[in-house]
């Protein structure tokens, strides 16, 4: 295995399991025991809260006409944090400190709910004009509120 | 180990944080600023730092290592001393260590303010004059207190819980973040504070600043020297002593705060029942135990040798260990054990090894040879804290572990390996131990996952938005409509279901009845009342408006049913459509919710109307077989206690193309009502075609008006109308509760006077008297029986209706009155008059152009009257009548019978007992002892205690 394949081992395992969640998903319906506790050791901490927000249906898919898309995932708190679909990024403080900061985990709740629930085809789906996608990827406004 | 290897190694961990003061001083001092300026700004710092020692209880127990005192020895009089060229030095380099970032605000106010008690110690002071041993030990014990009080200054940091479940707590955590900005606040949560506590000594003592370099040793010796002059023996004690405190107590502050990071978890907020969340939860706590457990036994257990033999262990030779956000990556030779049986791999590519499953343990594992075959196992944080592996180790990983294949990629990736155990350390350790493990840069955060989904779904350059929505994930292979993709097993596919969401998956089941069940009370039946009041409805017709839930009673071929909740109908005449759609043929269901399981105890009508399609017609299949059994001698056992509701969308109910009506369906058997009624059983189920020759629809007081409940109908068929056959009752009461939906149709017939024909489907005779339920279906059936209705399964059809036909044409037989004539029923009643009800007998006008008995006196006339319904004056009004006589029947004897009599029976009354004229009011005695009868009656009440009282109302056939 080549240096390369050791640096982006761990982004490639969470990528492979996130596959294996929508494969397995698409079969069974269902997320087996092993597969839940393989995302736990591979996203940490965070695939707990992923999940609970699933359960929850905290994910929201926002397709705008042109066909621009992002997730909005709501919070625990009512907090709507805009994920995006061509980089991992969330605007949530545990976000910048663990992802970011402390590079202590690959992803934070947000982003992994985000893949989950489009794995597991449980996010809801909203459309929204370009003007008001354009706010939402600018971080101005939350496409619930339309 | 030499003090500079030691100081070296914690100054990597440990970020030198200075006071912002301290920062001005080391520039200072480089710049060769005057010395007494910088001792003034350090000793203010220190003195920051020492009133933390005030209160700290001095320890007297003194067994510490004598290592540790030479350190404290080597800290403590420089501090005291305060003034000196050599102190300056050190300075920084002590607050640096003990005030932790978080603190420097407070630190700093506390600066600026005077000290807390004894606030007259300013540090200036002490340290600008050196003072005797008892002021000495009096500013120590405050500066212990102070390090006491500042050693909770990491507990804050390590208070952060980036993994927080609640965005508030986030936001909070956010203002930490910012408070320790910088790069050299930061700590590890778990790590940073027992190493700060377990290297307190040297680094307290001579923590330098990096610039300081190797020359920071001779002026800690110098520092000593002076010390031991001026400070004397007794002080030096006393800083011991002191010490010694500030030695222990900060260990005991450990044992609590290491334990805040893991607290801090558990402020959970409770999971979603059910749900994936609690699902790991479980299990992640299963494990967390089970890992505890296994280190425990594994710390005892130290037969490594038989560990190899055991299956589904790996041993792992270690060749080189990468670091990525705070995991492990080994790359590792696989040594198998001779024994161990290799596989091809599976079709997945996630695998686990567990003790159920060891003969596939290895299976995923290339197979071993001359080449060893190479792993990339994955060790979390908690496992390298306890493993630390390093190139040339060998390791063995317990079961389960779990192993993954990455598309494109050879290596296997192995997982979950939390039982992990190091067995063979390379003998280079020692030289080994202080080389770091290769860190990783993190990943590109522009490289997103499961980029296959990406790609697929955003359209580039199309204006077309493509929605991934939830039912099209969820049918990728539910829609097509293979064999393979389905369930055939309703149990298997609800518990397949679990708690993940809609079933995609489609199950394969025979629809054996289509009902709706209405989901309103009110609805048909306040037009109905209105209609029957002959008033003009109060309550605008809302039949239009009934929401009626269309509902599948299905069954799967081992014989489980459930009941599917469908969507509302638009209109009731759907129910026709959608029962010759799907009735009796094989469907697929699919995305379908679990709304309740049901017992035969609860849901005792569903399980009768369960009970009549059992036994099925055709063999069933087995659990755990797939085949039919074609052997019908085998017994089918009871139905089913119990069975599932289930909920879903009009598209979850898709019949097989070209299938024929199932060999599972049972259509409805209609019987006859004298079937129905020589029945031994106490509660079955049962369809019929019949006449309804009356009805009456009884009202519950509601709220605001009474509210229409139960609709009883009297049906009879030509099986009871026969006369020749042996006698029997000649009428039949049906009482529609309402549960059952009353169609508009069905409404309007029974509503309009004369008989009608209907038909009822699945009514069920509860203790004599049949009930339609909710699984009923009540249609009206034309009397010209067209041929295709014995094709659709909807309607019960068969050949009564000609018989209904013919035996319309002759008058109705009801049953005498007898003293078993059960109320709500129809009789035929003959007696002689023997009172009068002369409370209730009484005529009032009536509009003879509307039949309204809203009359006023006409002013202009004398004996006329002003309708207010319809505005016009009215001549002769029509009067209406009331009278309610007691008879004496032959019939019943010994009892009273009061029968409410109709108009047309009043008038011939009146007017035979006064001829001639046309009103002239009656007298009693006109009406006693006259003959009546036969006259057909409902029969409104009974009451057989203290005497037979039965309350009859003449009724017009």
């Not at chain 1, 709507?80 to 605007?91: A, I, V």
């Not at chain 2, 400070?231 to 502050?253: E, F, H, I, N, Y």
């Amino acid at each position: 295995m080549t240096d390369y394949e050791m640096t982006s081992c761990l982004s490639a395992v969470a990528d492979q399991l996130l596959k294996e969640v929508q494969k397995t998903y698409q079969e069974k319906t269902q997320i087996p025991d092993d597969l839940l506790i393989a995302l736990r050791f591979v996203f940490g901490s965070c695939a707990l809260q992923a999940l609970d927000l699933i359960d929850k249906r905290s994910v929201t898919c926002v397709s705008s006409f042109s066909g621009r898309r992002a997730y909005q995932v709501m919070g625990g708190s009512g907090l709507l944090y805009t994920c995006y679909t061509s980089c991992h990024y969330c605007p949530c403080p545990a976000f910048t400190y663990t992802v970011l900061r402390r590079n202590d985990s690959l992803l934070c709740k947000h982003i992994l709910a985000a893949y989950l629930s489009q794995a597991m085809g449980l996010s809801q789906q909203e459309t929204v004009s370009d003007q008001q996608m354009s706010s939402i990827l600018s971080g101005r406004a939350a496409a619930t509120d339309t | 180990m030499s003090f500079q290897r030691k100081r070296k190694k914690y100054s990597k961990d440990i970020k030198c944080i200075l006071f912002p003061d301290d920062d001005v001083k080391v520039g200072a001092r480089k710049m060769g600023i005057e010395p007494s300026i910088i001792t003034n700004s350090a000793s203010n710092s220190w003195e920051r730092c020492g009133d933390s020692f005030l209160n700290t209880p001095l320890i007297k127990n003194l067994s510490s290592s004598g290592k540790k005192w030479q350190h404290v020895r080597q800290q403590s009089p420089a501090q005291a001393q305060g003034g000196g060229p050599h102190y300056e030095e050190e300075e920084p380099v002590h607050i640096a260590w003990s005030s932790s970032d978080s603190e420097l605000s407070d630190g700093e106010a506390q600066a600026k303010q005077p000290a807390p008690p004894p606030p007259s110690h300013t540090g200036a002071q002490q340290h600008s004059r050196p003072r005797g041993p008892a002021a000495s030990k009096q500013s120590y014990s405050r500066a212990l207190r102070r390090l006491c009080t500042e050693t909770h200054c990491p507990d804050d940091l390590l208070k952060i819980d980036p993994d927080s479940d609640s965005e508030v707590a986030d936001d909070v955590e956010e203002e930490n973040i910012s408070e320790c900005g910088s790069e050299r606040y930061i700590v590890e949560p778990n790590q940073s504070f027992p190493k700060l506590t377990t290297a307190e000594d040297p680094d307290i003592s001579d923590y330098p600043s990096d610039e300081e370099g190797d020359s920071a040793d001779t002026p800690t010796q110098s520092c000593l020297e002076a010390v031991a002059v001026k400070g004397g023996t007794r002080s030096v004690s006393d800083w011991v002593r002191s010490a010694q405190a500030a030695l222990q107590t900060p260990q005991k502050q450990t044992t609590k705060n290491a334990k805040t990071p893991e607290d801090s978890h558990k402020k959970k907020i409770t999971f979603q029942r059910g749900g994936l969340a609690e699902r790991l939860n479980r299990l992640q706590s299963r494990q967390r135990s089970a890992i505890s457990f296994w280190r425990h036994q594994s710390i005892s257990c130290t037969n490594r040798s038989s560990a190899v033999h055991k299956p589904g262990v790996l041993v792992l030779e270690v060749l080189s260990v990468q670091e990525e956000s705070c995991m492990q990556m080994a790359l590792c030779e696989h040594h198998p054990p001779a024994t161990d049986q290799h596989r091809p791999p599976s079709n997945t590519s996630i695998t686990t090894a567990d003790q159920d499953n060891l003969s596939a343990t290895d299976h995923t594992l290339p197979p071993s040879g001359p080449v060893r075959a190479r792993v990339l196992v994955l060790f979390n944080k908690e496992t390298v804290g306890q493993l630390a592996p390093a190139p040339g180790d060998v390791i063995y990983v317990y079961p389960p572990w779990q192993s993954l294949m990455i598309d494109g990629q050879h290596n296997t990736i192995i997982l979950n390996t939390h039982f992990s155990q190091k067995v063979y350390s390379d003998t280079k350790q020692a030289s080994r131990v202080l080389v770091p493990v290769v860190k990783c840069s993190p990943y590109s955060l522009a490289r997103t996952f499961h980029q296959v989904e990406f790609n697929k779904t955003l359209p580039v350059g199309h204006g077309i938005v493509q929605k991934v929505s939830a039912q099209s994930l969820c049918c990728i292979g539910g829609s097509v409509t293979r064999r393979s993709s389905r369930w055939d097993s309703l149990l298997e596919a609800i518990e397949g279901l679990g708690q993940a969401g809609p079933l995609g998956r489609g199950v394969e089941v025979v629809v054996q009845r289509v009902y709706c069940t209405p989901v309103r009370e009110q609805s048909a039946r306040a037009s109905l009342k209105s209609r029957v009041l002959g008033r003009s409805p109060t309550v605008p017709p809302s039949v239009q408006n009934s929401k009626n839930r269309l509902c599948a009673l299905v069954q799967d071929s081992y014989g489980m049913f459930s009941v599917v909740q469908l969507h509302l109908l638009p209109s009731e005449d759907q129910l026709h459509l959608y029962s010759s759609k799907w009735q009796g043929r094989t469907c697929i269901l699919r995305a379908i919710k679990v709304v309740q399981r049901v017992t035969r105890e609860r849901y005792s009508r569903l399980f009768s109307l369960i009970d009549s399609l059992w036994p099925p017609p055709m063999s069933l299949k087995i659990d755990g077989g797939t085949q039919n059994v074609h052997n019908d001698s085998r017994p089918k056992g009871p139905a089913p206690s119990f069975c599932y509701f289930l909920s879903g969308q009009e598209s979850s109910v898709e019949p097989v193309e070209g299938e024929p009506v199932s060999t599972l369906y049972l259509r409805p058997t209609v019987q006859t009502l004298r079937d129905i009624l020589e029945c031994e059983l106490s509660c079955h189920c049962c369809s019929f075609v019949a006449t309804v020759i009356h009805s009456r629809i009884q009202y519950h007081s509601g709220d605001v008006a009474q509210v229409p409940g139960e609709v009883w109908l009297i049906v009879t068929d030509p099986s009871l109308q026969q006369p020749e056959v042996p006698p029997c009752r000649r009428t039949l009461a049906v009482c529609m509760t309402t549960s059952c939906v009353l169609t508009s149709s069905v409404a309007k017939a029974i509503s309009t006077p004369g008989v009608c024909y209907m038909s009822f489907r699945d009514a069920v005779k509860e203790h004599g008297v049949i009930l339609c339920v909710e699984q009923s279906v009540v249609q009206l059936q034309p009397l010209v029986c067209c041929p295709q209705t014995e094709s659709q399964g909807g309607a019960v059809s068969g050949s009564f209706p000609q018989t209904l036909q013919q035996a319309s044409s002759q008058p109705v037989r009801l049953d005498p009155l007898s003293p078993e004539t059960s109320p709500n029923s129809l009789c035929t009643v003959t007696g002689r008059i023997v009172s009068v009800d002369e409370d209730t007998a009484y005529s009032w006008p009536i509009c003879n152009m509307c039949g309204s008995d809203r009359l006023e006196t006409a002013p202009q006339k004398t004996k006329a009257f002003h309708c207010v319904a319809c505005d016009s004056l009215v001549d002769r009004p029509t009067v209406k009548m009331h009278l309610e006589v007691f008879i004496n029947c032959s019939t019943v004897k010994e009892s009273t019978v009061k029968i409410k009599l109709q108009q047309s029976t009043i008038k011939s009354l009146l007017n035979a007992a006064s001829p001639g004229q046309e009103f002239p009011g009656y007298e009693v005695e006109n009406v006693l002892g006259r003959e009546l009868g036969p006259l057909s009656s409902y029969v409104r009440m009974v009451t057989r205690k203290p005497t037979l009282w039965i309350s009859l109302e003449e009724i017009c056939l």
